[in-house]
């Protein structure tokens, strides 16, 4: 078992930057994917970026260049650099642990509010 918990969020204006922390009680090393997904109202939740065990990244197209996913396995902590933020990137964020076969441990989120 691990939990998560999510940290960072906030509002702000259109073209800044907001960096997300995800905080987790176990050991993360063990789990080959970690990720963070958001869901925006009225949306499903979707894959915003994931990173290997091995630090391998994947993004989403409407991020890529954009948000920066890393993780510390030593902290055991994983984070989400967000820049250039657009008003599209409203919603609440998500970090998961797991496989890739997809997520088996979901943080309590934390929102994200971007302002035109």
């Known amino acids: 078992q691990v939990q998560l918990v999510e940290s960072g969020g906030g509002l702000v204006q259109a073209g800044e930057s907001l960096r997300l922390s995800c905080a987790a009680s176990?050991?993360?090393?063990?789990?080959?994917?970690m990720s963070w997904f958001r869901q925006a109202p009225g949306k499903q939740r979707e894959m915003v970026a994931t990173?290997?065990?091995?630090?391998?990244?994947n993004y989403a197209d409407s991020v890529k260049g954009r948000f920066t996913i890393s993780r510390d396995n030593a902290k055991n902590m994983v984070y989400l650099q967000m820049n250039s933020l657009k008003p599209e990137d409203t919603g609440v964020y998500y970090c998961?642990?797991?496989?890739?076969?997809?997520?088996?441990?979901w943080g309590q989120g934390t929102q994200v509010t971007v302002s035109s």
């Open positions: 990173i290997s065990r091995l630090s391998l990244t």
């Open positions: 998961s642990a797991g496989t890739i076969t997809g997520p088996s441990y």
């Open positions: 176990g050991n993360i090393f063990r789990f080959n994917v």
